[in-house]
């Protein structure tokens, strides 16, 4: 069973909004910190936005005031707002997760398979 399954990708207008969404699933015992990283062509994968269970979030100053990270703790999913795009956000969005499996005895970090986000006229 593929722990972290994420959707809401595409391709969008320069202005636009788009909202992602990444849903941990399986046999969970607890889930720490839950974020976004994007990778661009060429670029190394970045931090996007990161929210830890306490609901305190983090930004990287590119997205600042544009994107919006939450998480539904009963639905163990994370949300990615995204608003006013840019071209410049165009890349590959993965969701990580840091939680404890069932059968575990540590918290791991889990990736999500990365979902294509395009800003473009």
């Known amino acids: 069973q593929v722990p972290l399954v994420g959707s809401g990708g595409g391709l969008v207008q320069p202005g636009g909004s788009l909202r992602l969404s990444c849903a941990a699933s399986?046999?969970?015992?607890?889930?720490?910190?839950m974020g976004w990283y994007r990778q661009a062509p060429g670029k190394q994968r970045e931090l996007v936005a990161t929210i830890t269970s306490g609901g305190v979030t983090n930004y990287a100053d590119s997205v600042k005031g544009r994107f919006t990270i939450s998480r539904d703790n009963a639905k163990n999913t994370v949300y990615l707002q995204m608003n006013s795009l840019k071209p410049e956000d165009t890349a590959v969005y993965y969701c990580?997760?840091?939680?404890?499996?069932?059968?575990?005895?540590?918290?791991?970090?889990?990736w999500g398979q990365g979902t294509q986000v395009t800003v473009s006229p």
């Open positions: 990580n997760v840091n939680m404890r499996r069932w059968g575990r005895t540590s918290f791991d970090n889990y």
């Open positions: 399986g046999s969970i015992f607890g889930i720490n910190a």
